[in-house]
């Protein structure tokens, strides 16, 4: 299996998941992004290299949405598998909770789990990340303070590609899982999940 397809593959498990996690919890969940409600679409969006506002916010919605009938409340979830995120996912999940509308993002990264309010994220600095990559493959940061592989010339950017035909390029950062620890999903809250006894998402 290659690292692209062992990565996707893991995601999809955690997706999974986060799910069942949440609606152990007594929730009822409703799939919502592109990927998992309409395929199609969704290839079409991603391959988009210069999408309107429209088009990208339809790639990056959530990915579904959770509702209780006790308590008349609901929110909006997205599981992520690994360190970053993707500034067009962030700053779409950032619209979504607007109005106080509640976003939360679920993180896994190697075994820690993290169920984390989208108004509670934080990030590494952006430039202290790539000054520890080897000098030939430290990326440009934008004016917002993202890693943007784009951002290099063409020739380097296209050779990046070629290594790495998988990845995505548009801009990302590294969660700050130390400053995020109050959000942690201890062993004891998955286990929970996993025997019916669970841990509750908090606000």
């Given amino acids: 299996m290659s690292g692209f397809a062992y990565r996707l593959k893991r995601g999809e498990e955690w ?22 409600v309409a395929p199609e679409a969704h290839r079409l969006l991603s391959f988009m290299k210069n999408p309107d506002p429209t088009a990208r916010f339809l790639r990056y919605m959530p990915d579904g949405f959770a509702v209780k009938e006790e308590g008349e409340e609901a929110f909006f979830f997205d599981a992520k598998s690994g360190p970053t995120i993707e500034k067009d996912a962030y700053l779409a999940y950032q619209a979504f909770a607007g109005n106080d509308r509640r976003v939360f993002v679920f993180i896994r990264n190697g075994d820690d789990t993290y169920c984390v309010p989208i108004r509670k994220l934080k990030f590494l600095d952006s430039w202290d990340c790539v000054r520890s990559f080897p000098p030939d493959r430290q990326m440009p940061v934008d004016e917002d303070g993202w890693i943007a592989p784009r951002l290099w010339p063409e020739a380097k950017y296209l050779a990046w590609k070629r290594r790495n035909p998988h990845a995505s390029g548009t801009p990302f950062r590294y969660f700050d899982l130390g400053a995020m620890s109050k959000y942690k999903m201890g062993a004891e809250h998955r286990e929970a999940a996993q025997k019916g006894r669970p841990h509750r998402v908090r606000g």
Avoid: M
């Avoid at 799910?19 to 919502?32: A, D, M, N, S, Y």
């Fill in 15 to 36: 997706a999974a998941e986060v799910v069942r996690f949440i609606e152990e919890q007594g929730w009822k969940t409703v799939p919502l992004g592109a990927e998992n």
